[in-house]
């Protein structure tokens, strides 16, 4: 799941406004940035290389460090602790755990196979992406709707209604997320642009996959915070 950790992120900044957004989106987006880390430490070595080969279906990647059932207490503690000493809280602390446990529920539902601790252990995981795509991003889709609902409701029901363009902003950036997706789902860019086959010599697939976060975690912080300032004004 992409779309639906964001929508985490920014309930929990809505509901427990001392931890920052920025910080909860990196707790929400956890396991995913260690994905990366662990990729380009050659621990979690991700294929297809090419980007432009990329599908939801046929990416492969054993996530036994980042996204693993076992590793995953480690990571509930070390961003507990973090939240805890960066805003002298401890609900921040446990605010910021819950969104680790989060993801790894969502994931659960909509997301790559997981398992508890290695390939060759039981499944933590439907591992919706590679054996029914579309099902799990349905989950996703609705998930978000609900969840979107749910935070934009509580605006207007502590009278804080956000500008419409501002709603737009942030609803566009999950419509963005959930339609890329869709995109590569079982088609690459490859095949579907008709792009020709050529070797640059380097996987393209994680460091695109890595831009796209950043850009979306940055866009979606400074959108919400938009939202909040606006808040502020009633």
Request: charged share 10%; proline share 3%; aromatic share 12%.
């Amino acid at each position: 799941m992409l779309a639906g950790h964001f929508t985490t992120a920014i309930i929990a900044h809505q509901r427990f406004p001392k931890g920052s957004l920025l910080f909860f989106l990196v707790a929400s987006q956890l396991q995913d940035l260690l994905w990366f880390v662990f990729h380009f430490l050659g621990l979690e070595t991700t294929t297809p290389h090419d980007v432009f080969d990329a599908t939801l279906e046929t990416m492969s990647v054993d996530m036994l460090y980042s996204h693993d059932l076992i590793p995953l207490g480690l990571w509930v503690i070390v961003i507990g602790l973090a939240g805890k000493m960066l805003y002298k809280s401890t609900e921040v602390g446990l605010v910021a755990s819950a969104l680790v446990l989060g993801h790894f529920v969502l994931d659960f539902f909509s997301g790559h196979p997981h398992h508890v601790f290695g390939q060759e252990t039981m499944n933590a995981g439907l591992g919706l992406y590679q054996s029914n795509v579309y099902w799990a991003l349905g989950i996703e889709i609705v998930f978000c709707a609900v969840a979107l609902g749910y935070f934009f409701k509580e605006h207007a029901r502590r009278g804080t209604l956000a500008k419409a363009r501002t709603k737009l902003k942030i609803v566009g950036l999950h419509v963005f997320a959930i339609a890329y997706m869709l995109s590569i789902a079982t088609t690459s860019f490859r095949d579907l642009l008709g792009i020709p086959s050529f070797d640059i010599g380097l996987n393209t697939t994680v460091p695109t996959i890595v831009l796209t976060y950043i850009a979306m975690m940055l866009f979606l912080n400074a959108a919400a915070s938009e939202c909040e300032s606006i808040s502020t004004q009633y």
